[in-house]
């Protein structure tokens, strides 16, 4: 544990600034300690505003401006402790070198890179409170049918399908016919232990020759975090999608990623070779060809989310006279 200081009236550039400092000499895993005023002394000010803290003068800032910190600065923020006159000590532990299939992967369009072996097997989506809260706001915006049909693509190990089968309670729900597909054979075979279920029925296949397997049409298709993919198409998928597999009154739900894992955490932002920080400059682009297309197609359409983007569509409904 390298040494600690003390903030009280430093603006946030010059925290930022030193800690920064700091880190740049210190290895990956290594943490770094220093004090602030206890955020939970005040309930009514803004970050920024000065604050009396046991007589002395401080600049306030809530917690959540401390846990921001610690990402921008590569780090992970870990528990705080009570030091006295009202201060906290913090403590960023530096991440280690990326740790995360983007860069120690497999390539792209390789039927294992997000197999059940994989690191990113080991994630769960619905366990990041920005996907959860996202992600059920799309369904109420959806307004699904009671008995619907739903088609995941690039389902991996099922979490999706496995937030549908299970309604309020815990109760498995059997008035909804769940579809997935995946190209991965691992994440598949995990996918079926997990989801044994009549009402569940998935494929190993490739999405793009999703005619061979006769599904049918639904009354949702989701795609989460795979249209992206450089060894597909998204654009052309999707218009496909529109046309040939989803019912008159159906709705999508395609999810694009901005974020990125390191060292076991998932941080905001999408990112691109030769940028350290979010480069959002294709994200956009995809957002807004999905948006554009699907307006134009007569959906109502929400973009939506964080670390996971959510396009979100549902066929306008003409009022009757």
């Given at each position: 544990m390298v040494g600690f200081q003390r903030f009280t009236t430093h603006p946030l550039r010059h925290v930022f600034s030193i800690l920064l400092a700091e880190l740049q000499g210190m290895e990956p895993g290594s943490s770094l300690a220093f004090d602030v005023p206890d955020p939970d002394v005040a309930s009514?000010?803004?970050a920024g505003e000065f604050v009396d803290v046991g007589g002395t003068e401080c600049l306030y800032r809530p917690w959540k401006?401390?846990?921001e910190l610690?990402?921008?600065?590569?780090c992970t923020f870990c528990?705080?402790?009570?030091?006295?006159?009202g201060f906290?000590?913090?403590?960023?532990?530096?991440?280690?070198?990326?740790?995360?299939?983007?860069?120690?992967?497999k390539e792209s369009g390789d039927q294992e890179k997000y197999g059940a072996h994989?690191?990113?097997?080991?994630?769960?989506?619905?366990?990041?409170?920005?996907?959860?809260?996202?992600?059920?706001?799309?369904?109420n915006f959806l307004r699904l049918p009671p008995s619907a049909?739903?088609?995941?693509?690039?389902?991996?190990?099922?979490?999706?399908?496995?937030?549908?089968l299970q309604g309020e309670g815990g109760a498995a729900r059997d008035d909804w016919q769940l579809v997935g597909v995946d190209h991965s054979k691992t994440a598949i075979e995990t996918a079926r232990l997990r989801l044994d279920h009549p009402s569940v029925q998935l494929h190993v296949a490739d999405i793009r020759a999703l005619a061979s397997l006769n599904l049918g049409r639904f009354d949702l298709i989701l795609s989460i975090n795979t249209l992206h993919s450089p060894s597909l198409s998204g654009h052309t998928l999707l218009q496909s999608l529109v046309k040939e597999m989803l019912r008159p009154l159906g709705g999508l739900l395609i999810g694009l990623p901005n974020g990125r894992y390191r060292d076991h955490e998932l941080t905001y932002g999408a990112r691109t070779k030769n940028y350290s920080h979010p480069e959002l400059s294709v994200l956009l682009k995809d957002v807004a060809f999905y948006r554009r297309y699907l307006q134009r197609q007569h959906f109502e359409v929400t973009v939506t989310g964080k670390t996971t983007v959510f396009i979100t569509a549902r066929k306008r409904r003409t009022s009757s006279r």
């Open positions: 009514d000010k803004f401006v401390w846990v610690a990402e921008e600065l590569g528990t705080p402790v009570s030091v006295k006159d906290v000590r913090l403590s960023y532990r530096k991440w280690r070198d990326e740790d995360s299939w983007h860069h120690d992967g994989s690191r990113f097997g080991r994630t769960g989506k619905f366990e990041e409170p920005s996907f959860l809260s996202a992600f059920q706001s799309s369904l049909r739903v088609l995941s693509l690039g389902v991996n190990q099922g979490d999706e399908l496995a937030y549908f």
